[in-house]
Nanobody, 121 residues
């Protein structure tokens, strides 16, 4: 059974830092693109950052560029999101996601349960 488990969420003051972690179980981790999404109250889910398998190409939402860093450790089946200079608008439930589409167009898409990040004084 594939399972993604997020950790590291919590309450932090504006300007502070937090590191989220996601452990993937039951999949060939290194071939998956790993993605962090978030959903704030009253808003749609949005992509925060992604990192591909293989070369590890990264992409970031404009709102977090320069503040967040996504990374992965394929030896541990882990993906991380380092969040610095946190703002109140970063408050959301953060979700870990694993995606893979083969050459035969068969797609795989798995989600974690989410972890709450609250940025407040």
């Amino acid at each position: 059974q594939v399972k993604l488990v997020e950790s590291g969420g919590g309450l932090v003051q504006p300007g502070g830092s937090l590191r989220l972690a996601c452990e993937a179980q039951g999949l060939t981790f290194n071939i998956y693109t790993m993605v962090w999404y978030r959903q704030a109250p009253g808003k749609e889910r949005e992509l925060v950052a992604s990192i591909t398998g293989g070369g590890g190409t990264t992409n970031y939402a404009d709102a977090v560029k320069g503040r967040f860093t996504i990374s992965r450790d394929d030896t541990r089946n882990m993906v991380y999101l380092q969040m610095n200079s946190l703002k109140a608008e970063d408050t959301a439930v953060y979700y870990c996601n694993a995606k893979f589409t083969g050459w035969d167009r068969k797609s795989y898409d798995y989600w974690g349960q989410g972890t709450q990040v609250t940025v407040s004084s």
